[in-house]
């Protein structure tokens, strides 16, 4: 009996990690701006799961190679719901590169996703 809650304990937390996703963020902004345009970037989030256990813990938004802005949520402060964007205003005043990355308290995060915005 022993041996069977043990096996059933194990299979749970097997088909546990089978489903669990990696946090994965997609941007969403104009390839060509003209100079000096301000543009909205939205960053769309998806995870399954959003519990004080099992949340993304933070997504991270780099222009150029600079963070400049990181959104971070715990167990007292989850995420909007599972799936969810956010936005940031920017400038452009020359060629920029977006580059976006979530990441899930447990599973961590898919790789990071890249854009570039040019301009004319």
Known sequence: MKKLALLTTLGLLLSAVALAN????????PEKVKKGQE?????????NGN??????????LSINGQEV????????SLPPT???TLEYKLTIDQAT???????CNLHGGKAPITIKISTE
């Open 51 to 60: 519990s004080k256990m099992h949340h993304t813990d933070w997504v991270s």
């Open 39 to 47: 543009v909205t970037i939205t960053l769309e989030v998806k995870h």
């Open 22 to 29: 990696k946090t994965s963020v997609s941007i969403t902004a």
């Open 97 to 103: 590169t977006v580059t976006a990355l979530g990441n």
């Open 82 to 84: 599972e799936n969810f």
């Open 69 to 76: 802005k990181r959104w971070e949520y715990n167990k007292r």
